[in-house]
């Protein structure tokens, strides 16, 4: 065996197919909601309707619009008996998930319920991280003692990022007029969901102009009627650095609830591009030398060099540890460990006796 100090040398050893990062943007897979009118608000059994998640990696957001507003004359209105601020939702599935956060307020409230300023209204949301794809799967949403009226929407997303708390934030807003709104940071681009609850008596609720409607129920049957809609839910595209005001219009000036979040898109590593060059201690390049590439998750890959010594790798994750060797006839090489960042430089191989 030739007993020359051997080095592999990568004279262009790592280079971005893209700088930086990937941006997947948020988009809406499949929304669905359901809503139930029950006088007195006591539920014996959960509220269900089913959703479609089309592929893996989605985030589920399922928002509630409860509303109390019927006193124990139907012929009435009033509001009898407030809604709980410690929230109604006693439990919420997806079919066998049921790992659902609530989605904690950004004011530093320990309460995740946003109510109206007479206790009528309220609304909650919950999320579900990489809900299992599936047609037509079960959402049931227990509230055995929420208000007469709830309506209740679901918006799975593809590219979202859900692993940020800042992700999780719901901004509360509530008052008495006719026109509620919510201002919601986007310190990032992504989209903007938000979730209002609002007296029966409010007769209508008309989203923003820029707001696209996701869901818009009454619980009333049949449904929907011309008005009295008491539950909705909508989105909006947000711009890093800036922020979205989410605007509704009710018909008649009351009490409403109304919260928003922010949903950042996921930003994927951007492929890179590993390239090299085989060189003999003389300084020439080494052809038809075989240089096999392990990456993070065991997938192997490898490549000859050419005439000149050199070989490549393309579409590789950045972030990753990857095992690069070399095999010569004529010289071994000890192998390396490398984790890929954009703008590094790789150690060279030494020859091994």
């Given amino acids: 065996m030739f007993s020359y100090s051997i080095k592999l040398s990568f004279i262009i050893l790592l280079t971005l197919a893209s700088f930086g990062q990937i941006r997947a943007a948020v988009t809406v897979d499949t929304t669905s909601s359901t809503a139930d009118f029950t006088l007195g608000g006591v539920r014996a059994n ?48 997806y079919g066998s998930q049921t790992n659902f956060e609530p989605l904690t307020r950004q004011d530093n409230n320990l309460l ?16 579900l991280k990489n809900p299992t794809p599936g047609i037509n799967v079960t959402i049931s949403v227990s509230i055995p003692t929420g208000g007469d009226y709830v309506v209740i929407g679901a918006v799975s997303f593809i590219g979202a990022d859900s692993s940020t708390p800042a992700a999780g934030a719901l901004v509360p807003a509530s008052g008495s007029s006719a026109s509620p709104a919510v201002t919601v940071s986007t310190p990032f681009n992504g989209l903007v969901l938000d979730t209002i609850a609002a007296e029966f008596n409010s007769l209508s609720i008309i989203e923003g102009e820029d707001q696209t409607r996701r869901w ?13 809609y008491v539950g909705a839910g909508s989105t909006e595209p947000g711009v890093a650095g800036s922020s979205v005001v ?15 979040t922010f949903i950042k898109e996921l930003l994927l590593a ?6 090299g060059r085989v060189m003999s201690p003389f300084g020439r390049g080494l ?30 994750s950045s972030g990753q ?16 460990f490398i984790t890929v960042n954009e703008d590094m430089l790789l150690p060279q191989f030494a020859h091994q006796e």
């Fill in 321 to 336: 540890t990857v095992t690069l060797e070399a095999f010569s006839k004529q010289f071994k090489f000890a192998p390396q």
């Fill in 112 to 127: 995740d319920t946003i109510v109206s300023p007479n206790g009528c209204a309220s609304v909650e949301v919950f999320r």
């Fill in 287 to 316: 052809g038809r030398v075989r240089v096999r590439l392990t990456e993070a998750d065991g997938t192997v890959r490898t490549a000859l060099t050419n005439s000149f010594g050199y070989y490549h790798f393309e579409d590789l």
């Fill in 46 to 93: 959960p509220i269900t309707f089913t959703h479609t998640i089309s592929g893996a990696g989605e985030v589920l957001y399922v928002g509630v619009s409860n509303n109390r507003t019927l006193t124990a004359n139907p012929t009435q209105f009033g509001c009898p008996v407030s809604l709980p601020a410690t929230g109604t939702v006693t439990a919420i599935s």
């Fill in 246 to 260: 989410m605007s509704w219009t009710l018909n008649a000036s009351g009490n409403w609830a109304l919260g928003g």
């Fill in 270 to 275: 951007a492929p890179v591009s590993v390239r």
């Fill in 216 to 228: 818009r129920l009454s619980g009333e049957t049949p449904d929907p009627p011309p008005t009295d």
